[in-house]
């Protein structure tokens, strides 16, 4: 089997792309795959700071990843597209559709309003949906 090469999109391309990224790199490298992994979003919004943190709690370092727009990688040959929220799914180009498309919305925990904690435990919940979900799809690619 060639190579594997995973685009992971959402909206902004700042925190579930992020986290989705670091997990399919990191799992990849444990199951022995061979992959190349990319994010993008609709639009590159910046990576969240908030997210750098909470991977890096899991012993993950996502600091040194860019915050890509999706055009930036048309030229580039995907075989495997995840999308990490509606808004993506909706918003895939036609031409990423024909890949082995799989859609998983997670909830942005960017968007939570309320105290340190209340948003901390909203980061930590999304990464453990993520972590557990990207575990799942790589054994089954």
Not at 51 to 78: R, V
Not at 96 to 122: C, M, R, W, Y
């Amino acid at each position: 089997m060639g190579n594997i090469n995973i685009l992971v999109i959402c909206t902004g391309n700042s925190c579930r792309s992020q986290i989705a990224e670091g997990y399919l790199k990191y799992f990849s490298k444990q199951l022995n795959m061979n992959t190349n992994v990319y994010s993008a979003g609709i639009r590159a919004e910046g990576i969240n700071k908030k997210a750098i943190e909470i991977m890096a709690k899991d012993g993950i370092d996502i600091s040194n990843h860019t915050s890509n727009a999706l055009e930036e990688y048309k030229n580039t040959e995907i075989s495997h597209v995840i999308t990490v929220c509606d808004h993506a799914n909706e918003s895939c180009p036609v031409y990423l559709k024909k890949v082995n498309l799989t859609h998983q919305n997670f909830s942005d925990p960017s968007k939570v309003i309320g105290n340190e904690f209340e948003i901390q435990d909203a980061f930590e919940k999304c990464r453990e949906e993520i972590k557990s979900f990207i575990f799942s799809y790589l054994k089954k690619v």
